[in-house]
Nanobody, 130 residues
Framework: QVQLVESGGGLVQAGGSLRLSCAAS????????MAWFRQAPGKEREFVAAIRWSGGSTYYTDSVKGRFTISRDNAKNTMYLQMNSLKPEDTAVYFCATDLASFSWRAANYYLDPGHFDYWGQGTQVTVSS
């Protein structure tokens, strides 16, 4: 069965960095687009970044552009989110997700909707102190 397992969260001071990982299994990872979402307490789940199955194209929400980098290693079935210059407003549970659409890369607004994603990890907590 499809499994997504996030890791790498933690507590960091503002301005610091963290690298999240999402280990995937149960499907052909190298064929599927992947995404990161986050959810802060009392807020809706929001899109953070997405990456094409090949890794050649990416999307980011405006608030993280220039600070976060999404990447993937298809040989390791793993996706990453490098987060630099972290801010207290980045505090949230971070989730990885996939829609399992093989060799598919859609317009950016498709990835904004968490309802398009059928498979989710359990999340990893990121807390940024001021």
């Amino acid at each position: 069965q499809v499994q997504l397992v996030e890791s790498g969260g933690g507590l960091v001071q503002a301005g610091g960095s963290l690298r999240l990982s999402c280990a995937a299994s149960g499907f052909t990872f190298s064929n599927a687009g992947m995404a990161w979402f986050r959810q802060a307490p009392g807020k809706e789940r929001e899109f953070v970044a997405a990456i094409r199955w090949s890794g050649g194209s990416t999307y980011y929400t405006d608030s993280v552009k220039g600070r976060f980098t999404i990447s993937r290693d298809n040989a390791k079935n793993t996706m990453y989110l490098q987060m630099n210059s972290l801010k207290p407003e980045d505090t949230a549970v971070y989730f990885c997700a996939t829609d399992l659409a093989s060799f598919s890369w859609r317009a950016a607004n498709y990835y904004l909707d968490p309802g398009h994603f059928d498979y989710w990890g359990q999340g990893t907590q990121v807390t940024v102190s001021s």
